[in-house]
């Protein structure tokens, strides 16, 4: 049955002390520019307007037809609803489409939105296809392309993943668009909206009805001022991965932060998917990360916003394996310090708190198991220094922003990215301060400066 759910060695402290200057200038952006993204995403509140499963509709011929869903009517042409063994899913059902085969919502959806995805494969043992995702916002009077096109290649299901990121009405087109005869199955598709004001948050859950902002990924502000222009901030580039918002960062291959709430609705009982790949979404003319862009270089492919802080559904888990969302990180500061304080911070979470974090690295030139370098990667993807992370913890309840106080625990880390590494996180315990200075960086800004001059000051001791 399917159902979703509507997110202190001497040596190594002298290490993190030489290495606190900065070592990267992230390029200033118009103040103009800053206030806009700023306002937009602190309060913006992203839900799940559907996820139509394909369970409720029977279609046994490819021959266009309308088809009632649970969402709503559906046109299916040279596509029909498989149940065969062959036919990949989630469940009983998925759609399989053939040819230059279409599936097109006959109705609109007014939240706008953020992101659609869906799960993909081809159909049984069928050879390669390529699909894309259309949209309309004249109700299906004219489209025009969503994203890039994906290339189903594989019998095992995946997950495609668009950015629309569109306001007001809005219906989607599927369109299989070479691959011939072949035949591609399509399960889950899922729209999550725009901006409905409700409060309900990206942050893998419906948020439990808080006021506008709560639960939502950039709520504490946005450290580095970074904006959505591939122009003027290729460096310093604003995006939401719907599970978690980053500053990405082109010419160093990775993220300079990651912001993410982590709360009971983030976590749920779907296992890690280990689905690590290129971000479809790059835009046009970046390096792509590969999956196997580190392999054989020492280091592991570190999650900023870990997988464990996502497992309410597949979607939600996989969006963290996007290589957009890695750093090369030591295998001892990963999998052992770095573990530790994530499982820390989600024990804080079963006990009754909600946590708003946010993540970085910055700095050139690691130690993996192989040895201090760099870069990786023929060069495509830095090397940090250092790994940081800021926790704010509150205890559950409404209106977070304004429940944050100068008493409120905030847990701020430093750790070199060194694999002679101390297993205890509260070894590399910090101020948010050493951080911002650093890395140049204002953290918690969204927090009136009096509360920020009394949390960021101070190292936790708990």
């Known amino acids: 049955m399917k159902f979703k759910h509507l997110l202190a060695l001497p040596a190594a402290a002298m290490l993190l002390l030489s290495s606190c200057a900065k070592n990267q200038t992230i390029a200033p952006v118009a103040a103009a520019e800053q206030t806009a993204a700023v306002a937009k995403l602190k309060t913006e509140t992203i839900t799940q ?41 989630n469940g009983s059902k998925s759609v399989r489409i053939t040819s230059t085969g279409t599936m097109t919502m006959n109705f609109n959806v007014s939240t706008g939105a953020s992101t659609v995805t869906m799960q993909y494969a081809v159909y049984g043992s069928d050879g390669a296809s390529t699909f894309q995702l259309w949209q309309s916002t004249n109700s299906g009077s004219s489209y025009s392309q969503v994203g890039s096109t994906i290339t189903a290649s594989s019998a095992t299901l995946a997950t495609a993943t668009f950015t629309v990121n569109t ?80 500053s990405y960062n082109s010419t160093r291959g990775e993220p300079n932060w990651v912001s993410w709430y982590l709360g009971a609705t983030s976590l749920g009982s779907t296992a890690r998917t280990d689905a690590f790949r290129a971000d479809p979404n790059l835009p046009a003319g ?32 996989e969006a963290t394996f996007l290589m957009t969302n890695m750093i090369p990180q030591a295998p001892n500061n990963n999998q052992q310090t770095w573990a530790n304080f994530e499982n820390y911070l989600r024990s804080l979470v079963t006990a009754g708190n909600e946590v708003y974090i946010v993540m970085g690295s910055y700095g050139t030139g690691g130690t993996g198991s192989s040895g201090t370098v760099t870069s990786v990667d023929n060069g495509h993807v830095a090397v940090p220094s250092n790994v940081w992370k ?42 948010v301060r050493s951080i911002e200075s650093a890395t140049g960086y204002n953290l918690l800004s969204a927090l009136p400066q009096s509360v920020q001059d009394a949390v960021e000051t101070v190292v936790d001791n708990q």
Do not use: M
């Open 286 to 317: 970046w390096y792509a990360v590969q999956s196997t862009s580190y392999s054989g270089s020492g280091f592991d492919r570190g999650h900023n916003c870990p997988s464990a802080d996502r497992t309410t559904t597949t979607t939600a888990n």
């Open 390 to 431: 800021v926790a704010v913890v509150i205890p559950n309840g409404n209106g977070d922003l304004a429940r944050i106080t100068s008493s409120t625990r905030v847990i701020a880390i430093n750790t070199p990215n060194i694999n002679t590494i101390n297993s205890d996180w509260k070894t590399y315990r910090c101020t």
């Open 49 to 89: 307007t559907f996820d139509e499963t394909f369970e409720s509709g029977t279609k046994g011929a490819y021959a266009a037809a309308d088809v009632t869903l649970s969402s709503g009517s559906w046109n299916l042409d040279n596509a029909l609803i498989g149940t065969l063994s062959t036919d990949h899913k």
């Open 167 to 246: 306001a007001g009405t809005i219906r989607f087109q599927l369109r299989k668009v070479s691959g011939g005869s072949n035949r591609i199955n399509i399960d889950d598709f899922t729209v999550n909206s725009y901006d409905n004001g409700s409060g309900g948050g990206t942050g893998g859950g419906t948020g439990g009805g808080g006021s506008t902002g709560d639960n939502t990924n950039l709520l504490l502000g946005n450290p580095s001022g970074a904006v959505a222009s591939t122009t003027t901030a290729p460096n310093n580039y604003l995006w939401d991965q719907t599970y978690f918002v980053e």
